[in-house]
């Protein structure tokens, strides 16, 4: 294909893409537009910012003093959590139970903020049962139709733990 073929096929697709019938802002999908879970208002948390477009939330939080998390809120018919934890000075040789249980503890301190927050528990249990098994980066079913994955990034000292609640695979 010649570049210009190539560009038209790219433009069309893309033209394409924005005339799907599904909605085209969060608020239009069946869970309205996502709302902040979090507030400086909940003990512990030290800064909170919450930010929308069109497509996704974004949501951060500092708990105590060194602990920074954000939550991106996407999906529309379902919707998916993904949480970012920045570990400061992780273990050298960390391996993937480890992470999980690591997440899984981070879940349940975040449950315990506010009565509001206690479904996280929750997800913690459902992951919990899963550590034996779970590889980084591989979504795995905790009930039907609804996937968490777990990974990492790797940074200088320190290290993003992701974990994704209601992926599909």
Not at 38 to 62: C, I, K, N, W, Y
């Amino acid at each position: 294909m010649k570049p210009t073929q190539l560009l038209l096929f790219a433009l069309l697709l893309v033209a394409f893409s924005q005339c799907s019938g599904g909605p085209k802002k969060l608020e239009d999908c069946p869970y309205g537009k996502p709302k902040a879970i979090f507030s400086e208002q909940m003990p512990g948390v030290t800064r909170h910012s919450f930010r929308t477009d069109d497509l996704s939330a974004t949501e951060e939080l500092t708990l105590g003093d060194s602990l920074s998390v954000t939550l991106i809120q996407s999906g529309c018919e379902k919707p998916v959590q993904e949480f970012r934890f920045v570990i400061q000075n992780p273990p050298p040789q960390a391996d993937a139970a480890y992470w999980a249980d690591r997440g899984v503890d981070l879940l349940y301190q975040l449950s315990s903020l506010s009565p509001e927050l206690v479904p996280l528990s929750a997800w913690a249990q459902a992951v919990e049962q899963q550590i034996p098994g779970i590889s980084l980066g591989e979504p795995f079913p905790v009930e039907q139709d609804t996937y968490v994955s777990i990974d990492r990034i790797e940074s200088a000292g320190n290290v993003i733990l992701m974990l994704i609640l209601g992926a599909e695979p």
